[in-house]
């Protein structure tokens, strides 16, 4: 069955710092992968997404974020957070079919220090 | 595309009291998902849809939940009767899965429900 860890529950960095949200699935074959962003009372709005290709994938807001098999990983990254990315971050995996099912992490929750 | 539309935003309800959460997706899509999201289990996928056809409800809590979609454009998420623990955000989304570039789901504003 397909998974998704997000070690971190929380994180804060200072304005302007570069951060690194980490992910980590289980899937016994090559993973559709998504990051997903949620504002306070918002839904979840789609940063990007790999399915196959070049392993570092470009997205909204600045944001990037690179799949490692090796490493079953596929971490966000963002060389110079602004105090708008304070949010809730959501990592997220399916399988390709006619009817995908999309399974969500638990969440890094973003803090962001002036 | 006005987006994946949920009725109502906000419920307050007394417990043993019957729920209904709706949904519209986006127009054209051919999945829909159901998620609960809570402090403590964080984003739990319900069931999910294809063709309005349920594939997996395996993550429906019990039978106090049930959820329908009798046609393309319009699927509910019931419950009965509810209970204070299914107080929750409650989230539609939609997807349009007939090639890899179309697999991301677009998500509604949610159902913020209370149950007192």
């Known amino acids: 069955a397909q998974s998704v860890t997000q070690p971190d529950i929380h994180i804060t960095v200072s304005e302007g710092a570069s951060l690194e949200l980490r992910c980590n699935y289980s899937y016994g074959a090559t993973p559709y992968l998504f990051w997903y962003v949620q504002s306070p009372g918002q839904g979840l709005q789609l940063l990007l997404k790999y399915f196959s290709g070049d392993t570092l994938v470009q997205g909204i807001k600045g944001f990037e974020a690179e799949f490692k098999r090796s490493q079953s990983s596929f971490n966000l990254r963002k060389p110079s957070v602004h105090w708008s990315d304070a949010a809730e971050y959501f990592c997220a995996v399916a399988r390709y079919s006619s009817a995908s099912k999309i399974i969500f992490g638990s969440g890094t929750r973003l803090s962001i220090r002036p | 595309d006005a987006g994946v539309i949920q009725s109502p935003r906000h419920e307050v309800t007394e417990m043993g009291q019957e729920v209904t959460l709706r949904c519209k997706p986006i127009s054209g899509h051919n999945s829909l998902f159901w998620y609960r999201q809570t402090m403590m289990r964080g984003l739990e996928l319900l069931i999910y849809?294809?063709?309005?056809?349920?594939?997996?409800d395996s993550g429906m809590p019990e039978d106090r939940f049930s959820a329908k979609m009798p046609n393309a454009s319009f699927s509910t998420l019931k419950i009965q009767p509810s209970e204070p623990r299914d107080s929750a955000v409650y989230f539609c989304a939609s997807s349009l899965a007939l090639s890899a570039m179309n697999t991301e789901a677009f998500f509604g504003q949610g159902t913020r429900l209370t149950v007192v």
């Open positions: 849809f294809n063709n309005n056809v349920p594939i997996d």
